[in-house]
């Protein structure tokens, strides 16, 4: 059984940083396929960036340049690096894991292992 447990969510002011983790319970973290997803009340989730075994990622176009994902397979964590925040990026996080490669539906990713959510509210 995949568990995953982010953590990192806080209150932040408009324009600073915060890092956000997701701890895998896996015995292969290197062998699956990572994301990040976000969402808001009346809003559908949104994908804000994946990875993938290799270590090469990809991002919502919006978020480019402000969020990076990284994994660390030896300690089995995935990360989301969110600099210059805005009021829009406040959404509960989602860090979501598939084992070997990622099907698509459409645009988007389709992962089978989620977590619970961390929390980023943002003060102007």
């Known amino acids: 059984q995949v568990q995953l447990v982010e953590s990192g969510g806080d209150s932040v002011q408009a324009g600073g940083s915060l890092r956000l983790s997701c701890a895998a319970s896996?015995?292969?973290?290197?062998?699956?396929?990572m994301g990040w997803f976000r969402e808001v009340p009346l809003k559908d989730r949104e994908g804000v960036a994946i990875i993938d075994s290799g270590g090469i990622a990809s991002y919502r176009d919006s978020l480019k340049g402000r969020f990076t994902i990284f994994r660390d397979n030896v300690n089995k964590t995935l990360y989301l690096q969110m600099n210059n925040l805005k009021s829009e990026d406040a959404a509960m996080y989602y860090c979501a894991a598939e084992k070997g490669a990622c099907r698509k539906e459409g645009s988007e990713y389709v992962f089978t292992y989620w977590g619970q959510g961390t929390r980023v509210t943002i003060s102007s």
């Open positions: 896996v015995y292969i973290f290197s062998g699956y396929f």
